[in-house]
């Protein structure tokens, strides 16, 4: 990141730390498991990819929260879950007070509703044989405006809170005669199209420029302030976490291992996964490079079969024989809503 970036982004920080206060528990995730199987041609049976494990966090209405960890961590499985693409192995996803297990066909509509999601990759979120038309007006028929006018005043009034405008000039578009920014604001105004409360945002600046990914991110923080939405914000990139989210949950191998407020997390990391995730960050000071040293060796475990004990632990220079290696850690609290799972910080 360059330091006119830095400079921008701080001003969204500024505007998050003005941001109007959450309200009560919106989303709610318990003890939630999603166990993919594995099947052997032949063979039947093969196991389980165990790509959340054990999860439970709540969000808050109006609340920004972000999921951060390497490829492969689970992110993607928990997003598909929440917006109930993926039906849950085991636990309970709560919204408004409905259990998304035991929603049936048009209950399940009726969330969706409820619900936006904005893609990573613009391009190939976008049908490519639709104008821009189609696709916003597109939700909107589904769920049931039938008049027109109405349909054509609710993406117009969209389209000028995603900063498109004249809307008219964009209306008969097709994706391809857009630049990526505008694109990508057309993946958000779809998803703001049906005043959602909840928007799923999965790595949605990291297919752009450097220079749009501010815009993006400021367009979004805008839109959360103005509707009150509740955002999860995907992603692996922490040097854009710290200027969008209150809170940050670290994913490590299908596990929430940190949680704590983002400030906190990002001058007090505990976890020592969250520290290497904190070291490899990029930095436009060339003087930092030396953090680099201190990366964990190794890779990621299998989901199909995880260490026993903390999964951590087979890369962690900390790590506790006879205990990291053979149990699995709790949420411990060494500060005040500032959750680790991880046996150095086990009370005495």
Same mark, same amino acid.
């Given at each position: ?29 318990? $003890? ?23 999860? !439970? ?152 420029? +450097? ?48 949680? +704590? $407020? ?13 520290? +290497?995730?904190?070291?490899?960050? !990029? ?5 930092? +490079? ?59």
């Amino acid at each position: 990141m360059n330091t006119d970036m830095i400079t921008e982004l701080r001003k969204v920080n500024k505007m998050t730390t003005n941001a109007e206060e959450p309200g009560e528990t919106l989303l709610s995730v318990r $003890d939630l498991h999603v166990w993919y199987e594995l099947r052997r041609f032949g063979f039947g049976h093969a196991g389980y990819v165990k790509a959340v494990d054990d999860v !439970s966090f709540e969000l808050a209405a109006g609340e920004t929260v972000a999921v951060v960890g390497e490829s492969g961590c689970g992110k993607s499985s928990l997003m598909k879950t929440i917006l109930g693409l993926n039906i849950p192995t085991s636990g309970e996803v709560i919204f408004d007070g409905k259990n998304l297990v035991n929603l049936n066909g048009r209950e399940l509509r009726e969330y969706r509703f409820e619900v936006g999601y904005v893609q990573q990759d613009p391009y190939g979120a976008l049908p490519p044989f639709m104008t821009v038309q189609q696709i916003l007006e597109e939700p909107l028929i589904i769920n049931g405006m039938k008049d027109k006018e109405k349909r054509l005043e609710r993406i117009r009034k969209t389209m000028d809170e995603v900063k498109l405008h004249p809307s008219d000039d964009f209306l008969p578009k097709f994706p391809h005669m857009l630049s990526g920014g505008q694109q990508q604001r057309i993946v958000i105004a779809r998803a703001m199209i049906l005043e959602p409360k909840l928007i799923v945002a999965d790595e949605p600046v990291s297919m752009l420029d +450097a220079s749009v990914r501010v815009e993006i991110l400021k367009l979004m923080k805008v839109l959360q302030e103005q509707h009150h939405l509740s955002v999860i914000y995907i992603t692996h990139d922490l040097s854009t976490v710290k200027y969008f989210s209150a809170r940050i949950f670290v994913m490590y191998a299908g596990n929430l291992i940190e949680k +704590a $407020d983002t400030r906190a997390l990002l001058e007090r990391p505990l976890h020592p996964y969250t520290m +290497a995730l904190l070291a490899a960050t !990029s930095d436009p000071d060339a003087r930092n +490079a030396d953090t680099y040293k201190d990366l964990p060796p190794g890779e990621p475990p299998s989901l199909v079969n995880p260490p026993k004990g903390c999964r951590f632990h087979p890369r962690c220079s900390k790590m506790i024989a006879g205990i990291c290696d053979e149990k699995e850690p709790l949420d411990f609290e060494p500060a005040p809503d500032h959750f680790v799972a991880c046996w150095l910080y086990e009370p005495k």
